[in-house]
């Protein structure tokens, strides 16, 4: 075709033409470059993680229990248009998602499920649970996941988590650390995390969503700045031994609205949410039952340290994390029949807590 233009238009009108002509080539060349990878076992889970590209697609059976003794790796980055998803089918038409499990045998250290570094990833149709295993003669048994979805590094970025459901690990359903920002979280799924060691006592923290780190050396700061995350439309609970979300000092803007969290199993901790950070919003939540743990539904403290994690915020550069500042908790519903449950505990310095918004929520 190239050569029929250059024996019947004039070299002026050429130019433009092909132009045109090479732009369509390179558009058609991106919208076929994306491969699909249908994966039958773990091993293909993992191959196709090592050499996915933006907007490539991972494709797990539905129904079917992928077992693990080394975590997912997600660290390829997507773009803006060309999205990285890892997803599963079901060809039977039941609409059962792909269980990632544990081998039920010792693994790599402190095994998590799905470790994701990458940015413009989207993640659907995932269900994460552990298996107990004795680790050691006359000790206790443990979930197979300390963590089921871990997000950590500035590089994890801009990635959307729907319609996963995470339960039964040994510690935090999902984590978000080390400056991991905006990302969203939708139509999650999570209960029945963490484990008791007897009756009275559980060792291991338990929480839904753990959001940037109790760590308050200056040189672990990176782990405790997280940003801009959304959880929405969600279910959380029951069986949470730990707080359903527990937003750290230095984290910010986490926006938690439009949930459900059940609360009427026992826990060890005293309240459901946890707000040490700042610029953090709870809007428009249920809160179902209370435990006799509870005393507080929503905590909002200060975390002072000697060596504090530093931020840029509201034009200052470099400053100590405001922590408990400028949060808001606006109209959300609690249900109970304790009337020594206090809605909104706010523990913050008297200088500070005209800055924090706490209104129409009602019981």
């Known amino acids: 075709m ?29 919208l076929y470059a994306s491969d699909i990878y249908q994966c039958a076992t773990s091993k293909d889970v993992y191959d196709a993680l090592d050499t996915v590209k933006p907007g490539d697609t991972i494709v797990l059976q539905g129904g079917k229990v992928y077992e693990i003794d080394k975590s997912f790796k997600l660290h390829a980055n997507g773009s803006d248009k060309n999205r990285i998803t890892l997803t599963s089918k079901d060809s039977t038409g039941q609409g059962r998602y792909a269980v990632i499990s544990t081998v039920g045998q010792k693994k790599e250290e402190d095994l998590v499920a ?10 659907s149709r995932i269900e994460i649970t552990g298996k107990k295993v004795s680790l050691h ?17 500035s590089g994890s970025h801009h990635n959307i988590i729907e319609d996963v459901h995470i339960h039964h690990t040994h510690n935090t359903a999902v984590a978000i650390r080390n400056e991991s920002h905006h990302n969203t979280f939708r139509r999650m799924k999570i209960h ?18 753990y959001i940037g780190s109790s760590k308050g050396l200056e040189e672990r700061g990176k782990m405790a700045r997280a940003h801009n995350i959304t959880i929405e439309e969600s279910i959380l609970g029951p069986g949470l031994l730990g707080q359903y979300i527990d937003i750290k000092y230095a984290a910010s803007f986490v926006t938690v609205r439009n949930n459900i969290l059940y609360c009427y199993e026992k826990s060890y901790n005293e309240e459901v949410v946890k707000i040490a950070g700042f610029a953090n919003i709870i809007k428009d939540n249920k809160f179902i039952g209370s435990n006799k743990n509870l005393t507080r539904y929503i905590q909002i403290l200060n975390k002072k340290t000697d060596d504090p994690v530093r931020v840029d915020y509201l034009d200052q550069k470099n400053i100590s994390a405001p922590t408990g500042r400028d949060n808001t908790v606006v109209n959300n519903v609690f249900y109970t029949n304790d009337p020594k449950i206090l809605v909104v505990e706010i523990d913050v310095a008297p200088i500070d807590r005209s800055s924090v918004i706490v209104e129409n929520n009602k019981i």
Request: net charge positive.
């Open 2 to 30: 190239k050569n029929v233009i250059n024996n019947l238009a004039p070299k002026r009108l050429l130019s433009p033409l092909i132009i045109s002509f090479s732009l369509l080539i390179a558009n058609i060349n991106v």
């Open 192 to 209: 029945h995390i963490g484990e008791w060691l007897d009756k009275d006592y559980n060792a291991h923290e338990g929480e839904g969503f």
């Open 114 to 123: 799905i470790k994701l570094s990458g940015s413009f990833w989207n993640i």
């Open 137 to 153: 003669k006359g000790y206790w048994n443990t979930h197979g996941f300390r963590i089921g979805l871990y997000l950590l590094g």
